[in-house]
């Protein structure tokens, strides 16, 4: 329901004697003076009063003020991966490490005899392996030389075959000569008995390269089982050194380690203790703290104007246990999806401590810069009046009003950003709007710069 601001704000009746008393005017002379202009009383009487400006240029900032957790960057529940008894408990709560330091040692001497019998077994094999080379050499070097062989009982065979040939051609010449009484039988038999003996050399030598290229062989094939045998002299090396690393590595986690730099927060571990392995219960917890992670949950009309990143969104954090101290800071991360529970987005801000003043668990009040708007027109809110759909304002143009719709913008407090439908030089209706009617004649009153 509209209230009729016409009647509420007019001028009131003792507003003539406000005029006329400095003036020094008598009752009759007052009345005389309302009798000579009764239409200029009567104008004055019904015209309301309206206050104007115009829209002013402002920059507006919309914030979003939440209640912001102080959080490690970083935070490791360390347990012991072994069963077993500590040996040495090396750090206390509230103690800075450094990243890989060692903070416990279980004793498991057991581990250490393992860790000496895979070492020899890897010398063992290395040894083997040593062999396994020289063993081939030799087998190749006995493959040259019966290589060597083959080519000498090869040159026997030239030989051979030469002597052959000699003695044929003697034979048949003595033949010949035999035939013809040149010479006697005796001669004719001793060089064919020659002959003989040639074509069995001949033969022999044949064999000899035979025998000779079956050796070459034979050598061939003790190179291709000494070659197997260093591989799988090799392989066993491989495997020996595998069990070592594997020892090794299984020694090593009887020392829990600092896996950053930080502090210990959480000890509940002493020498003499016996640990299970993988207990969900952790030994020591270690937290990182040259920078941390203030989280803020934003409500869910705010969230869609949150901005992560390398141009994440501006962030004051006020800490008040701090005496209200401000740090600055920027929007890092969004968790992108709601919290069914309270409809609300988690938005991490990372902030450096590198002295140590922020410390986790601490609250703090984070306002985050949502939007920013420079040298825009503006409206108080008090100007601007909505109707359903409609937003407008109204503007006195020659004394009377004029409606002008807006499109509406940011908006900071009670100010609000004019898009469109206002020019810097109109006179803008600032309060008490909602009762005018357009086309009504007012008085104008303008405010103060």
Not at 207 to 233: P, S, T, Y
């Amino acid at each position: 329901m509209k209230i009729n601001w016409k009647s509420t704000f007019r001028m009131p009746s003792f507003a003539a004697w406000a005029i006329a008393w400095p003036l020094s005017l008598s009752t009759c002379e007052m009345v005389t003076a309302q009798t000579a202009s009764p239409a200029s009383a009567a104008s004055s009487k019904n015209l309301d009063r309206v206050s104007t400006g115009t829209p002013p240029r402002k920059s507006l900032k919309l914030f979003t003020t939440q209640p912001a957790r102080i959080q490690p960057y970083e935070r490791s529940p360390l347990a012991s991966k072994l069963s077993g008894y500590v040996g040495e408990v090396l750090v206390d709560i509230g103690d800075a490490v450094k990243a890989n330091q060692p903070l416990l040692r279980l004793e498991m001497p057991e581990l250490k005899d393992d860790v000496r019998q895979r070492e020899a077994l890897v010398a063992q094999a290395t040894a083997e392996v040593s062999q396994a080379e020289s063993q081939l050499q030799a087998t190749k070097a006995v493959a040259e030389s019966k290589k060597v062989g083959v080519a000498v009982a090869e040159a026997g065979v030239g030989r051979s075959e030469g002597d052959y040939e000699r003695w044929a051609a003697e034979t048949n010449r003595i033949k010949e000569l035999s035939n013809r009484g040149s010479v006697t039988a005796k001669l004719f038999e001793e060089t064919n008995n020659q002959l003989r003996s040639a074509d069995a050399g001949r033969r022999e030598a044949t064999a000899l390269v035979l025998a000779a290229k079956a050796a070459v062989n034979e050598a061939a094939a003790n190179v291709a089982k000494a070659e197997a045998d260093l591989v799988a002299a090799l392989a066993k090396t491989r495997v020996t050194e595998a069990d070592l690393a594997k020892s090794q590595t299984i020694l090593s986690y009887t020392e829990v380690r600092a896996p950053f730099d930080g502090v210990i927060t959480q000890r509940a571990v002493d020498k003499g203790q016996y640990v299970t392995g993988g207990t969900e219960k952790p030994l020591l917890v270690v937290d990182r703290t040259d920078k941390l992670r203030v989280v803020v949950d934003v409500p869910e009309m705010d969230a869609p104007l949150v901005t992560a990143g390398e141009n994440g969104d501006a962030v004051i954090l006020k800490v008040q246990s701090l005496s209200g101290r401000e740090f600055s800071g920027k929007i890092s991360r969004t968790g992108w999806a709601y919290d069914e529970a309270n409809h609300s987005l988690r938005t991490e801000i990372d902030v450096a401590n590198s002295d140590a003043v922020l410390r986790s668990g601490m609250y703090a009040s984070a306002s985050i810069l949502l939007d920013q708007r420079d040298d825009v027109l503006t409206l108080p809110l008090a100007a601007i009046i909505r109707e359903g759909n409609s937003v407008f304002c109204y503007v006195v143009v020659g004394g009377k009003i004029e409606r002008r719709p807006l499109q509406l913008g940011l908006r900071s407090g009670d100010d609000v950003e004019i898009i469109s439908g206002l020019n810097p030089t109109d006179k803008v209706v600032l309060a008490r709007a909602a009762g005018l009617q357009v086309g009504q004649e007012v008085s104008v009153i303008e405010s103060a710069k």
